[in-house]
């Protein structure tokens, strides 16, 4: 029996077989859950990643920015699941003008839309699916650590550290609902997400010599791993912390 045995799961931000989230799906499925998936844009796409999955699921749209789809989000999950155990938050995007050493000449309208997508949504979607939820669920969020300032990633980990902030708020006001919320801070990998960011070679020459256990960029399972163990029930107490999934490097000095 796997440690999530009939759980329900919504996985956000499935865009290619080399996401997190396609991991996290994937290993949750192993080990017992049902999930749905939700995407945003091309949903075809979406569509056919998920027909990679052990056994296909679901796909819904979902746009973050979108307040009558995140309205309707649970009566649609519920359609599926019935109920939810779980959530997983990968979402985040940030315009190119707040990336790539442009920290100083953002415009408000970019860092905003930061912000909206990678920051607030973590909220809008626990919220969303909060009617689905009942005592002992879990919403996971996907984190870069913001407790420093990172080469090229300017605005992004601004919002990053809003995430962080965020989790905390989250695992205080929905800690009298019996659910918790964590995050899982991974290590640069070669995602979608990454290709996105100028100057994201930086990381991948760096961080796996840094890193006292190493670190392999093309690796998604370990953090897919740590989603699903706080998804699971094996972190019964555990809410408002940043698990690391990097190899070490937060760690460790320059």
């Not at 080990?31 to 075809?44: C, P, W, Y």
């Amino acid at each position: 029996m796997g440690i999530l045995e009939g759980k329900r799961i919504l996985v956000t931000g499935v865009l290619t077989d080399a996401s997190i989230a396609f991991s996290v799906a994937k290993l949750a499925q192993e080990e017992g859950a049902q999930i749905v998936l939700t995407g945003f844009g091309r949903l075809s796409l979406v569509e056919r990643i998920a027909k990679r999955l052990p056994e296909p699921p679901p796909v819904l749209e979902l746009d973050v920015s979108n307040t009558e789809q995140l309205d309707s989000l649970a009566e649609r999950v519920g359609e599926h699941l019935g109920g939810l155990d779980g959530v997983v938050h990968s979402i985040g995007f940030a315009p190119q003008a707040a990336l790539g050493g442009n920290f100083l000449n953002t415009s408000w309208e970019d860092v905003a839309t930061a912000f909206q997508i990678s920051t607030f949504s973590y909220k809008s979607l626990s919220m969303a699916c909060l009617p689905l939820m009942k005592q002992g669920s879990s919403v996971v969020g996907l984190d870069f650590d913001a407790s420093k300032a990172w080469p090229v990633y300017d605005w992004m980990g601004v919002a990053k550290a809003g995430l962080e902030a965020t989790n905390r708020y989250l695992a205080r006001d929905l800690g009298k609902h019996g659910i918790r919320a964590n995050l899982v801070a991974a290590g640069p990998l070669r995602t979608m997400a990454a290709k996105s960011i100028p100057g994201f070679k930086e990381f991948e020459d760096s961080w796996p010599a840094k890193a006292p256990l190493g670190w392999d960029l093309a690796d998604t399972v370990p953090a897919a791993k740590a989603c699903v163990a706080l998804l699971s029930d094996w972190f019964p107490a555990t809410t408002g912390e940043i698990v690391h999934v990097d190899g070490g490097v937060h760690a460790i000095g320059a």
